[in-house]
């Protein structure tokens, strides 16, 4: 994992990538548990609140659970939903929208979504 502090980028959101691109290539799969919080910390010599903050996006994003006190495992793929123009989508429960720029986003529930 290479994290660098002189990029425009920061810090936790350079460790989500990292984890997010091991978890896109299949070097983390479906029901591993990702490295702790305190190994990664070690690795990068980031503060524990920054490798936090990094694994919470990826569980907002729906690619890890955190199953405390056992650790943070890497969920099944879901299939990508595209809305068209005229679609719309709702759901009974939070709707959370990952942006092209890893930016999340959450609903209440009942909240209509349209495509553009």
Known sequence: ??????????LWKQVAD????DIDAG???PGQRLPSE???QQRT???RTTVHKAITQLEL????????????????AHDLVVLGPQD??????TITVVR???????????????GS
Request: overall charge positive; charged content about 25%; cysteine-free.
């Open 18 to 21: 990292a984890l997010r691109a």
């Open 27 to 29: 070097r983390i799969k």
């Open 38 to 40: 305190l190994s990664i």
């Open 45 to 47: 010599n980031l503060s």
């Open 88 to 93: 719309r989508a709702t759901s009974p429960a």
């Open 61 to 76: 994003e729906g690619r890890v659970e955190i199953r405390p006190p056992k650790g943070v495992f890497v969920l099944p």
């Open 100 to 114: 092209a720029d890893q930016s999340v986003e959450s609903y209440p529930a009942g909240t209509p979504l349209t």
């Open 1 to 10: 994992m290479t994290i660098d502090p002189s990029i425009d980028r920061p």
